[in-house]
């Protein structure tokens, strides 16, 4: 009992508030990276398959469209049993973040309609009639946009960053709440906080 009343108090900021901090800055740290591959891969993806009509990049963006439709546990789910993840083996939780909880999906649609639309822009068909790049002319419209897209999707990143830790283990706020809230209030249900 005396333990968990340590645990707890140190995840309420007791006696170390650093310890809270740590783990806010590595759930921060994997949200920030898994938005990051998501926007990256897709805007690579989106705009070799519009702009220079790339048919493998159009299927490719297809399969982890498909991917992305798969609930974020299940898809931890699948990693852990498929691949045998181990503590420490970090680059599947950047893409359980990236492609889980239908974010991948989310960022690829806005960006192919928005770059459809940006194709079809008058100061783009003159760019390529010039013979001048696009990508110099588009880079203010994609990069707005992009913008503007992240802050909508900056909670179910987060989100699914909690779950993913939870499920791997990691130490971040998922992982300290299943160790200092959950794990504390089912070993010892009648204790009051």
């Given at each position: 009992v005396h333990a968990t009343n340590?645990?707890?108090?140190?995840?309420?900021?007791?006696?170390?508030?650093?310890?809270?901090?740590?783990?806010?800055a590595k759930t921060f740290f994997y949200g920030i990276s898994g938005l990051f591959l998501a926007f990256t891969v897709?805007?690579?993806?989106?705009?070799?398959?519009?702009?220079?009509?790339s048919v493998s990049a159009r299927r490719l963006s297809s399969v982890l469209n498909l991917l992305s439709g798969i609930h974020i546990i299940l898809f931890c789910f699948i990693i852990k049993i498929v691949f045998a993840h181990q503590e420490g083996f970090h680059v599947f939780i950047l893409l359980?973040?990236?492609?889980?909880?239908?974010?991948?999906?989310?960022?690829?649609?806005?960006?192919?309609?928005?770059?459809s639309r940006l194709f079809?822009?008058?100061?783009?068909?003159?760019?390529?009639?010039?013979?001048?790049?696009?990508?110099?002319?588009a880079r203010r419209?994609?990069?707005i946009g992009l913008l503007s897209q992240m802050n909508s999707l900056l909670g179910i990143v987060f989100a699914s960053t909690i779950?993913?830790?939870?499920?791997?283990?990691?130490?971040?706020?998922?992982?300290?709440?299943?160790?200092?809230?959950?794990?504390?209030?089912?070993?010892?249900?009648?204790?009051?906080v």
């Open positions: 340590q645990q707890l108090v140190f995840f309420q900021g007791g006696n170390n508030t650093l310890g809270v901090f740590q783990f806010l897709s805007t690579l993806l989106t705009y070799y398959s519009i702009f220079k009509r359980s973040i990236a492609i889980g909880s239908y974010t991948y999906a989310d960022i690829h649609q806005y960006q192919s309609e928005q770059f079809q822009a008058d100061f783009i068909t003159a760019a390529r009639s010039w013979g001048d790049s696009i990508l110099k002319h419209s994609i990069t779950i993913v830790e939870y499920f791997f283990k990691v130490r971040g706020i998922g992982f300290a709440l299943e160790r200092y809230l959950i794990s504390p209030n089912l070993l010892y249900p009648s204790q009051q």
